[in-house]
């Protein structure tokens, strides 16, 4: 399992392919739609200062994000976590675009 990381720098360029074990192919529409809620979750509690919620759905995120192969996600979400524990909005605020560009971007391989 591979993929090309995003980078800040990087946010609405092309496509990051993410290499998946197909055993988890089943399983990847409804990962992917958690994710994408979980943007939603967190961009409406920054907007409301809400650092714990941003952390813990971070934290979540960083946890099953790895284990489904997505490494990148993973160390996007522990950034977002690590900005919400310092309540650092502008921060959070890039995170949360980088990782939005990310999802609508990836391109899932299954091996």
Known sequence: ?????????????????????????????KFMANRNREVTVMTEAVS??????????????????GSYGFHAMTTIAAELEQAAKTAAEATIRTHLATLASYLARVEITYE
């Open 1 to 29: 399992m591979s993929e090309m990381a995003p980078e800040t720098s990087a946010v609405g360029a092309g496509p990051i392919t993410v290499l998946v074990d197909a055993s988890f192919e089943p399983l990847i529409p």
């Open 48 to 65: 409301r200062h809400d650092f714990d919620t941003i952390k813990q759905v971070a934290h979540g995120m960083k946890g099953v994000s």
